[in-house]
């Protein structure tokens, strides 16, 4: 684990970037950001946890939605500044919008932006609470 912990190079804030992974088919389902307990959770519990810079705290996706990500596979690139962790995602969407990917939203070459992919499930139901 402190050999992990110590190849992975966390910026100025002691973030890591983590690119979401669907372990079947490679879609690119989200990126968040992970500090080095995050990191250690992470392979600890299977169980993708991030560090939400915006909430400033731990954050086990999937723990009001339900939609969380149970870990397969976790890599780190050739100079440890990113992560990619290949997941089952429960529920079948990854973002809190309801869509499959956060990726979502497409530049087309006329420069315009183009909305890919239906909605599988309504936030609005999915989480209870607004923020
Ligand atoms: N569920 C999500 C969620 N799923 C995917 N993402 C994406 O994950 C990335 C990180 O989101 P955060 O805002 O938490 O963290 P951040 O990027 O560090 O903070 P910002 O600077 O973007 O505000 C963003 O690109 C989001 O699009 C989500 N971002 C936030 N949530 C919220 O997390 C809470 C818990 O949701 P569940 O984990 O699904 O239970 C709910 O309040 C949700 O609205
Ligand atoms: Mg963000
Ligand atoms: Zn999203």
Redesign the pocket.
Known sequence: MDTIIKSLKFDEKG?IPAVVQDWKDNAV?????MNKEAVKRTLKTKKAT??????QSF??????????QKVKEFYYDCDGDCILIKVQQIGGA????GHRS?FFTKVTSAGNTKTVGKKLFD?EK??K?T?
């Open positions: 973030l389902l989200m990126v968040a950001y991030f560090w939400s810079r915006s909430r954050w086990v996706k999937g723990e009001s939605s339900g939609n969380i990854a973002c809190h919008t956060c936030p999915v989480y609470k923020k």
